[in-house]
């Protein structure tokens, strides 16, 4: 098995057609075809199903696959290295952020890192943080900044900084035209809660408080949107968890009002997380090392 084997396969496998590959690749369509029956010859098993005219990996092309998404990130790791033994300023980042820092935090922290380092590219993907502690375990992104808990022993998590939910309701809700600004936990229980989507840290944390006070609350919308969550309180359309960083605005304009709840205070830490196996690059390094100064910017 060789490296243009190993490329071939990993760009069939994703496209799941051997005449789009070739024509992605430059290649005839038979020399992929060729390329595939021998690997299958000299590995001595079935790597591809075909079904309803598309090829489809068998359990051992899944493992394959696998290996081959390590291999192929590994030799990109070494190329982006050697870039980075000759300069700082070139290279490339990929880089994953869960929904709140991705939007209201990496965007500003990442400009003023590039204001440094010019040249360097940065790749960008904002979802929840299973997602991206997915594409960390997929070696996907090099390195990601999330909010919520990390559950996989393979991936290394550094803390950065605390970040606190706020609970936040419309200025024409109940609670501020009866200047109640302060509830108890009880009062909560018979609001509609909006909610992110699960997968989402701000909802694993917000869900575990409350289990914690003995509380259950009913999520009447469910929106995988920080800035549809504050449009929907803001409506009235019932309350919901927000982090500090995404209200400045809001809270300023008194478009939306911050509710105390007593005995309840809700933080959560915000972190770096990487494969445990990641080469920490000299870019990386001075990316890391700019992380960690900004955050008491």
């Known amino acids: 098995m060789n490296l243009r084997q190993i490329s071939i396969f990993t760009r069939v496998a994703e496209i799941g057609s051997m005449s789009e590959t070739a024509r992605q690749l430059f290649m005839t369509q038979p020399a992929v075809s060729q390329t ?21 990996l068998t359990n051992s092309g899944e493992v394959l696959y696998n290996y081959c998404k390590k ?30 820092i991705g939007i209201y935090f990496l965007p500003r922290m990442v400009g003023d890192f590039k204001k440094r380092y010019g040249r360097i590219t ?8 299973g997602v991206i502690e997915d594409m960390i375990l997929n070696h996907a992104i ?11 022993p393979d991936i290394k998590v550094h803390y950065l900084f605390d970040d606190e939910l706020y609970l936040i309701c419309s200025k024409n809700h109940r609670w501020v035209k009866e200047n109640k600004l302060n509830i108890a936990p009880e009062d909560l229980v018979k609001e509609q809660l909006i909610s992110r989507e699960k997968g989402s840290g701000t909802r ?29 309180v803001e409506e009235d359309m ?29 933080t959560r830490s915000i972190s770096i997380i990487y494969h445990k196996d990641k080469y920490r690059s000299p870019l990386l390094d001075a990316f890391l090392e700019h992380i960690n100064s900004y955050k008491t910017d």
């Open 238 to 266: 019932g309350i919901s968890f927000v982090s500090k960083m995404a209200l400045v605005d809001e809270l300023k304009s008194e478009k939306l009002v911050k509710i105390k709840i007593e005995g309840i205070h809700i």
């Open 142 to 152: 090099d390195i990601g900044l999330v909010e919520g808990k990390v559950h996989s």
């Open 122 to 129: 940065t790749q960008f993907t904002i979802d929840n943080t």
């Open 71 to 100: 291999i192929l990130s590994l030799l990109e790791e070494a190329e982006h290295t050697m870039r980075d033994l000759a300069t700082l300023k070139i290279g490339k980042l990929r880089l994953g952020a869960s929904t709140t």
């Open 36 to 56: 595939i029956a021998e690997l299958e010859d000299d590995l001595q098993m079935k790597l591809f199903d075909r079904i309803n005219r598309k090829l489809i």
């Open 204 to 232: 694993e944390m917000v869900e575990e408080i409350l289990e914690e006070q003995g509380l259950s609350l009913e999520v009447t919308h469910i929106l995988n949107n920080t800035e549809a969550i504050k449009k929907a």
